[in-house]
T-cell receptor, first 116, second 114 residues
Framework: DTEVTQTPKHLVMGMTNKKSLKCEQHMGHRAMYWYKQKAKKPPELMFVYSYEKLSINESVPSRFSPECPNSSLLNLHLHALQPEDSALYLC???????????????FGPGTRLTVL | AQSVTQLGSHVSVSEGALVLLRCNYSSSVPPYLFWYVQYPNQGLQLLLKYTTGATLVKGINGFEAEFKKSETSFHLTKPSAHMSDAAEYFCAVSGRGGYNKLIFGAGTRLAVHP
């Protein structure tokens, strides 16, 4: 299995809702990432988990809450989002922990989030 | 600090023509460089990467890139464009500081016309 899967593909939520995005990989990778990508822009890093511990939080608002229950699974919990949070949310994984600067990051297809 | 500049937000070529997408980088440490492609409504897929060793790197789908330290460049080329190459292309450099943060350029949208 050489892919990163993400569910759901599309999500529409109101500003008072609570929802979660899910990411899964079965490649034995030790680092997992959340990115946010606005239209016509490059991905922006949000969080990095290395060996199931949160290593990097790029000053993301607390309405986004990541969770790494095990080495294969990464969640992003969403609460009280704003319309400007509408974007494509990408998950990625890489073989080594965060010290692997030359590591390839493997991306999932993303979840298209719309906040009304 | 690391940064990436992609010259040309849009590039248009004819089918069968040479594809050249430009990428210049800035890095205070030996750079690790990546080219990713993103098709509409999809995630990013690695085309190729440079870490150390041979400066001419061959990737998937007939793409290659040459690392030129003196020019701080890592341009992506393909001898003959195909309609299926139409996509967004991102050049990225791996950050320093002991963690694997990719710093992306703004992207170049490649259009291929018949």
């Amino acid at each position: 299995d050489t892919e990163v899967t993400q569910t759901p593909k599309h999500l529409v939520m109101g500003m008072t809702n609570k929802k979660s995005l899910k990411c899964e990989q079965h490649m034995g990778h030790r680092a997992m990432y959340w990115y946010k990508q606005k239209a016509k822009k490059p991905p922006e890093l949000m969080f990095v988990y290395s060996y199931e511990k949160l290593s990097i939080n790029e000053s993301v608002p607390s309405r986004f809450s990541p969770e790494c229950p095990n080495s294969s699974l990464l969640n992003l919990h969403l609460h009280a989002l704003q319309p400007e949070d509408s974007a494509l949310y990408l998950c990625a994984s890489s073989p080594e922990g965060t010290s692997g600067r030359s590591d390839t990051q493997y991306f999932g297809p993303g979840t298209r989030l719309t906040v009304l | 600090a690391q940064s990436v500049t992609q010259l040309g937000s849009h590039v248009s070529v004819s089918e069968g023509a040479l594809v050249l997408l430009r990428c210049n980088y800035s890095s205070s440490v030996p750079p690790y460089l990546f080219w990713y492609v993103q098709y509409p409504n999809q995630g990013l897929q690695l085309l190729l990467k440079y870490t150390t060793g041979a400066t001419l790197v061959k990737g998937i789908n007939g793409f290659e890139a040459e690392f030129k330290k003196s020019e701080t460049s890592f341009h992506l080329t393909k001898p003959s464009a195909h309609m299926s190459d139409a996509a967004e292309y991102f050049c990225a450099v791996s950050g320093r500081g002991g963690y694997n943060k990719l710093i992306f350029g703004a992207g170049t949208r490649l259009a291929v016309h018949p």
